[in-house]
C-alpha cells in the first residue's frame, strides 16, 4: 500500500507544539512537556490511547468516522472490528506518533481531538484510514483543516469500492 506523507515532520512537530502551547492558553490540552507520544492501545478504529508527558491520554482521530465496534449502547456495525484491527495494524502500542491539533483540543467526552502522524515514517493516520476504506469523513467545524483531502480520499475509496464501501 501506498502511504500518505506530508511535506515532512515539521509541519506535524509545530502542530504538536501548538497542541502542547493550548495549555498556556488557559485550555487544557497535552502537557506542557514537548516530545512524542507513544501509542498504548487501540479502542476502536477511530480512537487511541496514548502516553505523552508521563500521562495516558485518549485520543479521538479528527476528520473521520469509522463503524462502532466497542460502544455498549450499540450493536457491532458493519466493517467496525475490521476498521479497529486495520488502526491496530497501522499504530500498534509502541508506535511513536506526533498528534497535531485543529482549533479544538478536546471534545466533550475529554478526549484530545488530533490528526496523528507515525513518527517514524510520517504517514497521516487518519488519511490512510479513509484512503483504504477503513474510516468515513466526519467534521466537526470549526475542526476542518484537513476537510478537503480526507474527502477526496472518501470519494476515491467509495469509487473502488475499498473496505467498507465493498461490504456495507
Known amino acids: 500500500m501506498g502511504r500518505a506523507r ?17 495549555t498556556a492558553q488557559g485550555e487544557r ?25 508521563g500521562a495516558v491520554e485518549t485520543v479521538r482521530l479528527l476528520g473521520i468516522d469509522t463503524p462502532e465496534s466497542v ?7 458493519c466493517f467496525g472490528r475490521e476498521a479497529s484491527e486495520h488502526t491496530a495494524s497501522l499504530l500498534p502500542p509502541g508506535t511513536p506518533v506526533v498528534l497535531v491539533r485543529d482549533v479544538e483540543a478536546r471534545d466533550r467526552y475529554d478526549r484530545l ?5 507515525r513518527s517514524g515514517d510520517g504517514a497521516f493516520v487518519n ?28 470519494r476515491q475509496a467509495r469509487d473502488e469500492g475499498r473496505g467498507l464501501w465493498s461490504a456495507c
Do not use: K, W
Not at 6 to 22: M, N, Q, R, S
Not at 113 to 117: E, F, G, P, W
Open 6 to 22: 506530508v511535506g515532512g515532520l515539521a509541519p506535524a512537530l509545530a502542530g504538536l507544539l501548538a497542541l502542547v502551547g493550548c
Open 29 to 53: 490540552g497535552l502537557p506542557r512537556e514537548p516530545g512524542q507520544a507513544e501509542v498504548t492501545r487501540v479502542v476502536d478504529g477511530d480512537t487511541i490511547e496514548v502516553r505523552v508527558g
Open 71 to 77: 460502544d455498549p449502547r450499540s450493536p457491532v456495525e
Open 113 to 117: 481531538l488530533a490528526y496523528v502522524y
Open 127 to 154: 488519511h490512510v484510514l479513509v484512503r483504504d476504506g477503513f474510516a468515513a469523513v466526519l467534521t466537526y467545524p470549526p475542526n476542518v483543516a484537513h476537510a478537503a483531502e480526507l474527502t477526496a480520499a472518501a
